[in-house]
């Protein structure tokens, strides 16, 4: 009777109870980074609003059940990176100023997760909401992503590569692991059961632990002559892009595809955090040594890992810097970018905002904000 009286309310009084039921930290984040439906990242002097940005906060939007910003991301994103046109063009990933103009697309090249967490939240903004124009622009995307940006690799299977341009040369193979999303994967192969999408899905766990045969995740890897190797430009270097591996692994359902296997793996960045008071912020993964303290948002990335991990005091020390972080991030205005989309997806993760069912699905809890 109580939950019938709630959602009575909620449909009558919407913009009344919205403040009680909000979410502080999207509400932030939207506030300073976000300009007419465009994520600007200040940290580059273009102003520049990437395909990154776009999908991170069209996924906020939807955990907050937020739909006029989802809306208006989605707009902006479609008319300014996707030729008017989410159903048939991949976006760019790149758009700012330039000498020239006062906005437009400065690399016309997609990026392959950005292209992935925009078709996951268009296909669950479709289920959720019940709309059939957001359903159908995810389900197409994703066939597009699978036609453009994937490739079959001899004895490893077909893996999702980081762009449809750029990044094979000389009998090489340059790979994101960051850019696999086990939970994407997967719901795509449930709702797409005729296409690449099930081979993809099932391939992912054994290739995120063989590109990091250490425990550690590179922020890029290669393939050449039929084994992985170091990529010839950022070599065994795990930072800044691989810190997103943990994050992705951390949030995985207990019954999801070798979630346990997966997190056991990577586990290894645990005991180096645990080992120097701190998340590192360069990790050799060939020799499983590290340098430098990471950033406040890679304590943030950690969080779900550790959240499931047993480490009581770790986790309780990685808060508190998490916290500490916020605070001076505050004062950034739109220079901390990177930070406050790590830190979105662990606050929405430990305040029960977010959870994924073991095939993949959004769960959120839109009342996890309400008093």
């Known amino acids: 009777m109580i939950r019938r009286c709630w959602a009575l309310l909620l449909a009558m009084f919407p913009s009344v109870l919205w403040a009680e039921c909000s979410w502080p930290a999207w509400q932030r984040f939207a506030e300073q980074y976000i300009e007419n439906g465009r994520v600007i990242d200040g940290s580059d ?26 809306a208006n991301l989605h707009a902006w994103t479609e008319r300014y990176l996707a030729k008017g046109d ?7 990933w790149l758009w700012g100023r330039s000498q020239d103009s006062g906005g437009a697309v400065l690399d016309a090249n997609s990026a392959a997760d950005s292209d992935t967490w925009i078709a996951y939240s268009l296909a669950e903004a479709g289920r959720l909401w019940g709309d059939h124009h957001y359903r159908s622009q995810g389900y197409f995307l994703a066939r597009h992503i699978a036609e453009q940006e994937t490739r079959v690799i001899d004895t ?4 999702l590569m980081p762009a449809p341009e750029g990044f094979v040369s000389d009998n090489t193979l340059r790979l994101n692991p960051s850019y696999w999303m086990p939970q994407i994967f997967s719901r795509f192969a449930e709702l797409q059961p005729n296409s690449v999408w099930p081979e993809l899905a099932a391939a992912l766990p054994d290739l995120l632990r063989d590109t990091a045969a250490n425990g550690l995740s590179p922020d890029w890897v290669a393939w050449r002559q039929g084994a992985w190797r170091q990529d ?3 070599g065994q270097r795990g930072s800044y892009d691989a810190i997103r591996v943990y994050l992705w692994v951390g949030m995985l359902h207990p019954e999801a595809r070798a979630a346990a296997a997966l997190r056991n793996h990577f586990d290894v960045m645990l005991a180096l955090t645990q080992e120097r008071d701190n998340v590192p912020e360069v990790v050799n993964v060939g020799s499983a040594t590290a340098r430098g303290n990471g950033p406040w948002g890679f304590s943030a990335a950690l969080l779900p890992m550790l959240s499931n991990s047993g480490k009581t005091t770790l986790l ?10 916020r605070t001076n991030s505050d004062s950034l205005g739109q220079r901390d970018y990177y930070n406050r989309v790590l830190d979105l997806f662990a606050d929405a993760w430990m305040t029960g905002r977010l959870r994924f069912s073991a095939s993949g699905a959004v769960q959120p809890n839109w009342q996890a904000g309400c008093s």
């Open 156 to 159: 490893v299977g077909r893996v």
């Open 45 to 70: 002097p273009r102003q520049i609003t990437t395909s990154e940005g776009q999908s991170y906060a069209m996924f906020f939007a939807l955990l907050a059940n937020d739909r006029e910003r989802f």
């Open 316 to 325: 309780e020390a990685q808060q508190q810097r998490v916290r500490n972080g």
């Open 86 to 92: 989410l159903s048939t063009h991949l976006p760019a």
């Open 232 to 234: 010839p430009k950022s």
